[in-house]
């Protein structure tokens, strides 16, 4: 049975503290199983299934296999090179707004919604409802993803309990739906369908070795005795019993005690079945594999499996600017926790150190303004300091430049016929300079007829 009313017109009170949602949900129990092939399998069929086709036996899976520690390390390294990269809000005349784009990177709403898009990558869709939470003794909106158990995309149904199909939502149709109700959806089964297996069969090799290691730990103990013998039976399995870890025991001189020796025990089967498996969940999220083979692993490897790893969070980056601009930021607006027409925008990482080499090659020949470099490299820069070289034809020429090219000069005792242009323009610093150190000319200069003569030292 379908609803698609505004819930009574009023939202309804959530299970868990003073919380309001457009959409609620009964809380179930997980119980904990061993996850295998055919339950993958099984899990694949249902939500294929060209009616009503369900996700809570494929989103359980996803959300188990997300405990293997690999995974969840080359997820979390992929998603956290996106919340390294630094984001602009731009007006409608593309101008940042530096204001707006500072509150935002302030607000928790910002990173919860940028992570539950990059999900959306993993599990196939997040759908988040914007519920009103009471928090301080005040009303605020909180976002709040709603399990996907309970969600499916492919009929836009939302079950408050996955196990009756009979009662449902069609959310889309909910006027609150891209206002309160935010859908992000990408296409095929997630990427997490694709590395299912190799997470099952690491698990699968793990368990085995470990019990190799349990079995084999301690060899076998053999103790040969008169089995016919029901006392000295008796006595041989209640010794077995009871020696444990014991380094000693007592038998007859009829019997004999020994360790077996068992076969090939190395566990080099298992061992390559865990590397291969490895290997295959770092291609899938990763596109390359990451300082795992020390073995056969270098520098140069490792920098061009992390410039395929930057390729797909350049991809990540762009997905979220798409989800931001068409679906999130219109509904902040309407919320009133955005004003005007925005854009979000990425910016792109740049490379540091190639940067300030480049900018050292220019700073013999170029000004560059001090500020940008702080706000560039973090490097507090006061004034480029002068020393007396005269600046290339066509640059602006400071006082202080033209006070250490006269400095330069007089201290040589060479004036050069090219620079009278540069102490007729600059001609008040030059008497400057002369009333600071009257003793640094050997001839005082002169104003005459509005223009600045130089009378150069008499040679000895």
Not at 33 to 53: F, V
Request: aromatic letters at 10%; proline letters at 5%.
């Amino acid at each position: 049975m379908a609803t698609n009313s505004k819930v009574g017109g009023q939202y309804r009170v959530g299970k868990y503290g003073e919380m309001k949602r457009v959409m609620d949900w009964v809380p179930k129990s997980v119980t904990q199983t061993k996850q295998d092939i055919r339950m993958w399998n099984s899990a694949q069929n249902l939500m294929h299934l060209a009616e009503d086709p369900q996700n809570y036996a494929i989103q359980k899976l996803y959300t188990d296999i997300l405990k293997d520690a690999l995974l969840s390390s080359q997820i979390e390294n992929r998603t956290n090179q996106v919340f390294s990269t630094e984001f602009s809000l731009k007006n409608a005349n593309g101008d940042v707004d530096e204001e707006q784009t500072k509150a935002l990177a302030k607000m928790p709403i910002y990173r919860y919604l940028t992570k539950k898009v990059l999900e959306s990558i993993y599990h196939k869709y997040s759908l988040v409802q914007l519920a009103m939470a009471k928090v301080n003794d005040k009303m605020v909106l909180v976002p709040e993803l709603i399990p996907r158990e309970n969600v499916v995309p492919q009929t836009g149904k939302f079950y408050p309990d996955y196990g009756d199909l009979v009662n449902y939502t069609l959310y889309r149709e909910l006027p609150e739906y891209g206002t309160y109700i935010l859908e992000f959806v990408q296409e095929g089964d997630g990427l997490l369908n694709k590395v299912v297996s190799h997470v099952l069969f690491k698990r699968f090799a793990q368990s085995c070795w470990s019990e190799l290691c349990e079995i084999y730990g301690i060899p076998p103990r053999v103790l040969k005795t008169n089995t016919q013998n029901p006392s000295m039976l008796r006595r041989a399995e209640k010794m077995m019993r009871d020696m444990g870890a014991a380094a000693w025991f007592i038998i007859d001189d009829t019997e004999s005690f020994e360790f077996a020796k068992p076969g090939n025990a190395s566990g080099d089967v298992y061992k390559e079945l865990i590397e291969l498996c490895r290997d295959e969940i770092c291609l899938v999220i990763s596109g390359a594999i990451l300082g795992q083979n020390t073995d056969n692993g270098s520098e140069a490897k490792d920098k061009v499996a992390m410039d395929i790893l930057w390729q797909l969070v350049k991809s990540d980056l762009a997905l979220l600017e798409e989800e931001w601009n068409n679906t999130i930021i219109p509904a902040l607006v309407k919320h009133g926790l955005l004003k005007g027409e925005l854009t979000l925008e990425y910016q792109e990482a740049e490379d540091l150190d190639a940067l300030w080499k480049y900018v050292q090659g220019l700073l013999s020949h170029y000004n560059i303004d001090p500020e940008w470099i702080k706000q560039k490299f973090g490097v507090e820069v006061i004034e480029k300091k002068a020393d007396g070289t005269p600046p290339e034809e066509g640059k602006k020429m400071t006082e202080e430049d033209l006070r250490a090219i006269i400095v330069k000069l007089a201290e040589s005792g060479k004036i050069e016929d090219d620079f009278t242009p540069v102490y007729k323009l600059f001609k008040q610093a030059l008497i400057n300079i002369q009333k600071e150190d009257p003793e640094l000319f050997s001839n005082e200069p002169r104003e005459s007829g509005g223009e600045l003569s130089w009378r150069p030292p008499q040679s000895a």
